[in-house]
């Protein structure tokens, strides 16, 4: 881990957002996220949005803002299903490949360049009916009590939550090892980041990366369903899945 004394959040904002502005293309090229197929097939959903359809609901003329939307595959995704997206995300570089599927797909989705904590700032307060956010996305964020304030911030009354991620004891374990399970990071949020130095990325790609250094924290189920209620909201579902 970094020692929280010589790292700030801004620190970690700057190094995180410089390796998805660097990683945004070879994505968006990868076959693993399938641009082309979007553009080729109308119905074409990501494999994401299509796990979570059983538990998503009717979207038809849903107001729905995706929060750390990346690339836009799930946002494009979810407007196809009837709601009217927006999509948030702090690499410019994640944005443009994001309006560049949107169009090809015959997608009306509006993207939005900020943070998530700044997005009550660069959003309408109170006005949507659901907050998404999907895999990978609230290890980058240091203060999962700050992100629900925001969550609650952005929902009208009446409005819900949808949130699909990795269980965090994934992130707590040492992937290294194969003949048995050893916690090797911290299960609980903890203020100092842990570090990683990962010239790869996860998809398919022949791309060799530079900025390669990233900072992350965990946040353990508890503090996370306490995060939500505590912010004002009432879980209503909870599943876990291999």
């Known amino acids: 881990m970094c020692d929280r004394s010589a790292v700030t959040d801004q620190t970690s904002y700057e190094l995180n957002r410089a390796s998805w502005d660097e990683r945004a ?3 968006a090229a ?17 494999s994401t949005v299509t796990f979570d359809l059983p538990r998503l609901g009717d979207l038809a003329g849903v107001r ?25 995300d702090f ?39 659901l907050v998404y ?15 629900a ?28 090892q ?3 399970l050893v916690v090797d990071y911290p299960y609980f949020e903890r203020p100092e980041p842990v570090e990683f130095d990962d010239p790869t990325t996860y998809v398919e790609t022949d791309v060799v990366f530079e900025v390669n250094r990233t900072h992350s924290w965990n946040h353990g189920l508890g503090e996370i369903i306490t995060a939500v209620m505590d912010a004002g909201l009432q879980v ?7």
Not at 64 to 88: E, N, P
Not at 161 to 172: D, K, N, V
Not at 236 to 242: L, Q, R, V, Y
């Open 91 to 129: 690499s410019a570089a994640s944005l443009a490949e994001a309006r560049r599927l949107a169009t090809a797909a015959g997608a009306e989705v509006d993207f939005v360049e900020a943070a998530v904590y700044d997005a009550l700032d660069v959003l309408e307060p109170g006005a949507y009916d």
């Open 149 to 176: 304030k925001v969550v609650t911030g952005l929902l009208r009354p009446g409005g819900r939550l949808f949130i699909r991620e990795g269980h965090p004891m994934l992130w707590a374990i040492d992937e290294e």
């Open 178 to 180: 194969t003949g048995a």
């Open 236 to 242: 209503t579902a909870f599943e876990e899945h291999d």
């Open 30 to 46: 990868s076959p693993d996220y399938g641009f082309a197929r979007f553009a080729a097939d109308p119905e074409h959903l990501s």
């Open 64 to 88: 729905g803002v995706h929060l750390q939307c990346h690339i836009g595959t799930d946002t494009v995704s979810l407007a196809r299903l009837g709601a009217r997206m927006t999509g948030l």
């Open 25 to 27: 293309p070879a994505h």
């Open 133 to 147: 956010t999907g895999l990978g996305a609230i290890c980058w964020l240091p203060d999962i009590r700050r992100w």
